[in-house]
């Protein structure tokens, strides 16, 4: 809930709504009810019987020799389970949260959507992942966030706002939009909508493909919106916004990293004001997929390079902590079976 809405919960069930203040500033700080000591023994009782205060437990930490970065799995009040990264990067530490239990959009590349959907998640828990990584490591470990964990953000619309709205405000977590990147697979007519929200958040569309036919083979969504739509709608967003789109493309060896595929990627984005963020595929066992070698990834980012095409080499971190999306949630979910 934002403030106005505690305020008036509160008020209808006869407490002071200024309390609702001091209980959001608990909430944010990942404390327990009993923990809450300037508030009135009545209104813990009343709390700890009507409300969870921590929607999102960590059950489970990996820590990566490699490059420090940390995998979480988290619980959920209804025993479903999610994930969770935090990477320490150069301008501050990110932590790549999920917007729904499971995924539907059916990537066949994405350990994520393998089980289908279960549910979305609520702007709570949301920000639940956010404060539970902070009371883990201090009050202002997460600096930037982005919605690249489980789940399609744009398939949880309203819920996706709204947190983008909450874990921005001045009186709570206070993490500015520019510092949120929302990752979409590439609802078109969402990203239209999204467009007119006024916000100043970072757009992150999964393009993965050069051209329609690879696309198809690859994302079924791509069945429903083409490449050209998508651009499009893509335009539209910055039209609206003035903010950069980044498009992520994972190299998959054989697939879509040939210097044919290479060519066709800069007609497609020829005079647009993006980024394309290149990351080898993870490889996940239950794909046939592979993430292309050294010698072609730098040969494609080259050729990128070469055209003017602001382009980035995402590092493969948490490999050895199952970094890829779904894939410690997959591992604890065929354990429990
Ligand atoms: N549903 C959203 C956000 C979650 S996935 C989206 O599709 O963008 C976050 C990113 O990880 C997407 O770019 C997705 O395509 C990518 N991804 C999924 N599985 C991957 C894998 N095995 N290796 C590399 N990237 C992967």
Redesign the pocket.
């Known amino acids: 809930m934002g403030l106005e809405e505690i305020r008036l919960w509160l008020k209808s069930c006869g407490f002071e709504s200024y309390r609702a203040k001091q209980l959001m500033g608990w909430l944010l700080s990942g404390a327990s009810f009993s923990e809450m000591h300037n508030l009135p023994s009545s209104l813990i009782d009343f709390l700890s019987e009507n409300a969870y205060e921590q929607p999102v437990q960590i059950i489970k930490r990996l820590v990566s020799k490699k490059d420090g970065t940390e995998k979480y799995l988290f619980s959920l009040v209804d025993g479903s389970c999610i994930e969770g990264v935090l990477m320490p990067y150069r301008h501050g530490n990110t932590l790549c949260i999920s917007t729904q239990v499971g995924?539907n959009?059916g990537?066949r590349?994405?350990?994520?959507t393998l089980n289908g959907k279960k549910r979305n998640l609520s702007a709570g828990e949301m920000l639940g992942q956010v404060v539970s990584v902070n009371r883990l490591h201090g009050s202002k470990t997460v600096q930037n966030v982005v919605?690249?964990?489980?789940?399609?953000?744009l398939d949880n619309y309203n819920n996706v706002l709204k947190f983008i709205r909450l874990i921005s405000l001045s009186e709570g977590l206070n993490i500015s939009q520019r510092r949120i990147t929302l990752?979409?697979?590439g609802l078109a007519d969402k990203i239209r909508s999204l467009a007119d929200e006024g916000l100043a958040i970072t757009l992150?569309?999964?393009l993965?493909a050069s051209n329609d036919d690879i696309r198809q083979s690859l994302m079924p969504i791509a069945r429903r919106y083409s490449i050209k739509e998508l651009i499009s709608a893509c335009k539209h967003y910055i039209s609206l916004t003035h903010r950069r789109v980044s498009f992520?493309y994972?190299l998959i060896k054989g697939v879509n990293d040939g210097q044919e595929h290479a060519e066709e990627l800069c007609q497609i984005l020829r005079g647009f004001q993006c980024h394309v963020n290149l990351?080898t595929?993870?490889?996940?066992d239950e794909t046939a997929y592979v993430?292309s070698d050294r010698f072609a990834a730098n040969k494609f980012f080259n050729y990128l390079n070469e055209k003017n095409i602001a382009v980035s080499m995402r590092r493969t971190m948490g490999e050895d902590i199952q970094g890829?999306?779904g894939q410690l949630r997959n591992e604890f979910i065929k354990g429990e079976g």
């Open positions: 995924c959009m990537c590349f994405c350990a994520s919605m690249m964990g489980s789940g399609e953000p990752s979409t697979c992150s569309v999964s993965h992520e994972a990351i595929l993870n490889a996940v993430g890829a999306c």
